[in-house]
């Protein structure tokens, strides 16, 4: 079996902090120790948390370290390194994030936040690269699957079908499908996301952590695909 595991973060809670809340406290206290405008940094419910409360969605938002454990879960995986594999992000906010697979992701939190941070400003990462590791686009999902050359979209949520893992990685690399995980800590998919897929199955009765759902596809993928014995 030929062909690459296509696996897209979706309403992935990663952003920066909006300007409707720019000037509260909270935000400006955490901007100011790092030397950087409000609206720079990272939203991250952590720190941001009273500064949050009446954001729309705030339950789906400002948890940039699912992004952060997934990637390193996916870049570091050995179905990436034998050059089978991508991963995208889609951020609740409609931003796509493309990622050379050769992209090593820093492991300090720290070192990530600040990495996002300068993609979201500069636009790619090195800024101006003809070839950049990672770049960020206003992009509807519809268009993202197109970029990534998928032909379609396997969503993975709670709510539907059970299926084996292995089915899972085996029907998306023999029909060219993404397969999407939910890149946010509560809640549910968007009506607009679940318009898009094609396919809706469950691998676990109970709720996984995003990383953890994308560890078990990829470990599924290298099985079907004889990565690893």
């Known amino acids: 079996m030929s062909g690459k595991l296509k696996i897209i973060l979706l309403e992935a809670s990663l952003e920066t902090v909006p300007a409707s809340i720019a000037a509260h406290p909270a935000v400006v206290k955490s901007a100011a120790r790092r030397g950087k405008k409000p609206t720079d940094i990272l939203l991250d419910v952590s720190i941001h948390y009273h500064a949050m409360k009446r954001l729309p969605l705030k339950h789906k938002r400002g948890r940039p370290d699912i992004v952060h454990v997934s990637l390193l879960e996916a870049l570091e995986s050995p179905l990436n390194k034998a050059g089978m594999m991508e991963i995208y992000v889609h951020t609740l906010n409609g931003h796509a994030i493309l990622i050379n697979p050769s ?48 032909r379609g979209l396997i969503l993975l949520r709670e709510a539907c079908e059970p299926h084996r893992v292995e089915d899972v990685a085996r029907e998306a690399l023999e029909e060219g499908l993404a397969v999407g995980v939910g890149g946010f800590p509560h809640g549910d998919f968007e009506e607009e996301t679940l318009r898009h897929a094609s396919r809706c199955y469950s691998i676990h009765r109970e709720p996984l952590a995003t990383w953890i759902v994308v560890s078990r596809v990829i470990a599924g993928a290298e099985r079907v695909l004889g990565v690893l014995s």
């Open 103 to 150: 992209t090593r992701i820093p492991r300090n939190y720290n070192r990530f936040t600040g990495l996002m941070e300068q993609l979201f400003k500069e636009g790619s990462i090195p800024p101006g690269s003809a070839n950049p590791l990672l770049r960020v686009e206003t992009m509807p999902l519809e268009r993202l699957l197109e970029a990534a050359g998928a």
